[in-house]
């Protein structure tokens, strides 16, 4: 959760719960700001995509940037 997110959650439940004005603008204004964050932001990218069938898995690895280099071409 992005920091506006957590402002802009805070702010409004304070400011309508409480009635305090500078919360409520606080909350407003993080939430503005996180929709335009939003709006301009390019969509994540789609690296792979499968359907899985029922008894299925699949393995997510993550493999160190210094391997590859030492990497053997598969056969």
């Not at 996180?34 to 993550?62: C, D, F, H, K, N």
Request: aromatic share 2%; no cysteine.
């Amino acid at each position: 959760m992005s920091v506006l997110v957590r402002i802009a959650r805070t702010g409004l439940r304070r400011g309508l719960r409480t009635g305090s004005r500078p919360w409520l603008v606080a909350g407003i204004t993080a939430g503005a700001l996180e929709v335009v964050r939003r709006a301009l932001s390019e969509p994540p990218e789609v690296v792979y995509q499968a359907e899985l069938q029922p008894g299925e898995r699949l393995e997510i690895r993550t493999i160190p940037p210094d391997a590859e280099e030492n990497a053997k071409p598969a056969p």
